[in-house]
């Protein structure tokens, strides 16, 4: 038994020497040391199986025990072969390894050699490329240089022959006039007739006006300006049209190029709608006359350079800016309109303009501000005190539509030749204090709608006002709403036709004077005070209605006038009071 005791031992110390040999092949185990301490046990071994031999040959049961044993023995002696093999197969494998790990260390001296060294061939290949290269490229840059020497030399050589003809073009270019403008195309304009340009006679045949008289301010000015314009969309000619079909949407630069200096500009961009901004700094006015609706209609126009615009020699301004309704503001402080007649509708229809200063406006020649600043309901206030109105004859509509209007200083205003006030503060809500007392209305002979939707005005002095000439006073205070007292003890109202709806609507006033009316002439009274609700008395003793043919609801929705407070003894209005 300790015979096979040693023999497991023995097996055991081999296999974990194989064991460790094949993890790691850097433990590396005496091999033979192994095998000589295994054969020194194999004779004690030998020795004690001869003395049993001698001591039990004749034991049988020993006998077989020895057989055990010597198979057990032949066992070791193949676990020894099998040792000697894998210490074989173990050396070759550290050889192996050992080769491998000294070839790699060789090759990494080498890679190293090749870095330190600069001289080696690839790169001195790459270097003498790159020479050639540089070689090149200095030859090409010098044929480059001598080929541009010699184009600037021949140009010296043609602009020194065409010196004079250079000249020539450049005064030309000087006197060329350019109006540069921007315009917006929207999806719904593409492939439309979108208008780009104007005339007077183009706006008769657009509008189909032939035939009727011409105003006396209108001039011709269409040859003028086909035979002098050429228009360039985004650099592209297009010669002159006055449409254009716009292929894609979205913003266009329109050049506007004049061969000479023009004398009338009206109606140039006249219902050029699509035009957002519009640039004249290079466009020569010296010798424009006329620039009457010039931009009327560009209700897209945003912004109006007019900066270099020299306007000494112009005389009507009629509309020029009508109907630019997205202008928020325009600088005019460099205008000249000394000689200016017409500025009639100048600003109507500017209905964002916040901003206007006319404080170098000499007006002293002008004869017509007929609807001037109408419908600019943006405008809260207006400096006019520098205004000569002296030859003035039309204020109708002046103000009218004003909407925003608080204050409005009109001290300085002569009115003495002064023919229509109609509708010249219509719809100005905002005011609420209007001073007319220098107004002279000796010669006005329409004042209808003068005052109507004036809704804020809280007082009007009116003592100043002389009406011997008017004929029409229908709803001159209509829709003053806020007035609560009217002093008309001077009016004069002899020639007076019209009265109709007079103060229709003035549901504040409590009391109205109106004895000294002259009523003669009248021919309607229709809804004179129609929705006065507060008005409690009325003195209609001087009222005459004999040539009155029209009085339907002269009195309706007065709810707190009754029959006894109205003083007359004319019989119609006695008969229209049985009603209330």
Known sequence: MEKLFNIIKLNEIIMNTYNRCNNNHYYIININKIINNYKNENIIIENNNKKIDIEEAHDKNKID??????????????????EIKVENNLKDKIEKNDNNELNILNEIKNNNNKIKNPENINIKLEKNELKNDKNKINNIEKNEKDKLNEIKN?????LENNKDKIEKNKIVEKDRNYIIAEINIRKEDINKKIRIINSFEEYERENKIYGKEKQDYEYENEKEIKENCEIKINDINIGFNYYYEFKEKGKYIIQYMFKSNITKTNYLFNGCSSLSNIDLSKFNTKNITNMSNMFSGCKSLTNIDLSNFNTKNVTNMYGMFSGCKSLTNIDLSNFNTQNVIYMNDMFSGCKSLSIINLSNFNTQNVINMFGMFFGCASLTNIDLSNFNTEKVRYMSRMFGGCSSLTNINLSN???KNITDMSFMFQYCKSLTNLNLS???TENVTDMYWMFYGCSSLTNLDLSSFNTRN??????????CSSLMNLDLSNF??????????????????TRINLSNFNTQNVTSLISMFIKCKSLKYLDLSNFNTQNVIEMDNMFKECKSLIKQNVITNDKKILELLQNL
């Open 65 to 82: 025990k020895l057989n055990e044993i010597k198979k057990e023995e032949n066992k070791i002696i193949d676990l020894k072969n099998n």
């Open 154 to 158: 021949n140009n010296d050589k043609i």
């Open 413 to 415: 205003f002569n009115t």
């Open 438 to 440: 220098n107004f002279n």
């Open 470 to 479: 008017v004929i029409n006073m229908g709803n001159i205070f209509a829709g």
């Open 492 to 509: 004069n109202t002899q020639n007076v036709k019209s009265m109709n709806c007079m103060f229709g609507k003035c549901s504040s006033l």
